[in-house]
Nanobody
Framework: VQLQASGGGLVQAGGSLRLSCAAS????????MGWFRQAPGKEREFVSA????????YYADSVKGRFTASRDNAKNTVYLQMNSLKPEDTALYYC????????????????WGQGTLVTVSS
C-alpha cells in the first residue's frame, strides 16, 4: 500500500485546512486509515481514524468537535477536515493504513505516508 498525503500549509489560528490521503496498491488489505501528527520534540500522536467499510470514525479528545474524517472509497482517498485550528495543532501530519479495525497506536499501522506540514500561526 502506498499513501500520499497532501493539503498541509500555513493558516492563521481559527482557520481551516483539509488534508487528503490517497491510497494505492493493495488497499484491500487495510481496514482502517489513521491520521497522526508529530510536533518538533514530541512523540507521534493519534489524531483520528476512519474505517474503509462502515466509515466509523474516531478522534483524539484534543481535536474532537473540530476535526472531521471522511472517505471516498471510489477514489481510495481519506480526508481530514480541520476547523478552528489552534497553534498547538502545528505538526507534521501523517496518514497511515492498518489491518486492525481500529487502533490509536502508531505501531498497529503497517503503511505510512510521507507527511504533510500544518503550521498554525497565532
Amino acid at each position: 500500500v502506498q499513501l500520499q498525503a497532501s493539503g498541509g500549509g500555513l493558516v492563521q489560528a481559527g482557520g481551516s485546512l483539509r488534508l487528503s490521503c490517497a491510497a494505492s496498491g493493495r488497499t484491500f488489505s487495510s481496514n482502517i486509515m489513521g491520521w497522526f501528527r508529530q510536533a518538533p520534540g514530541k512523540e507521534r500522536e493519534f489524531v483520528s481514524a476512519i474505517s474503509w467499510s462502515g466509515g466509523n470514525t474516531y478522534y483524539a479528545d484534543s481535536v474532537k468537535g473540530r476535526f472531521t474524517a471522511s472517505r471516498d472509497n471510489a477514489k481510495n482517498t481519506v480526508y481530514l477536515q480541520m476547523n478552528s485550528l489552534k497553534p498547538e495543532d502545528t505538526a507534521l501530519y501523517y496518514c497511515a493504513a492498518g489491518s486492525r479495525w481500529y487502533s490509536p497506536r502508531p505501531r498497529d499501522y503497517d503503511y505510512w505516508g510521507q507527511g504533510t506540514l500544518v503550521t498554525v500561526s497565532s
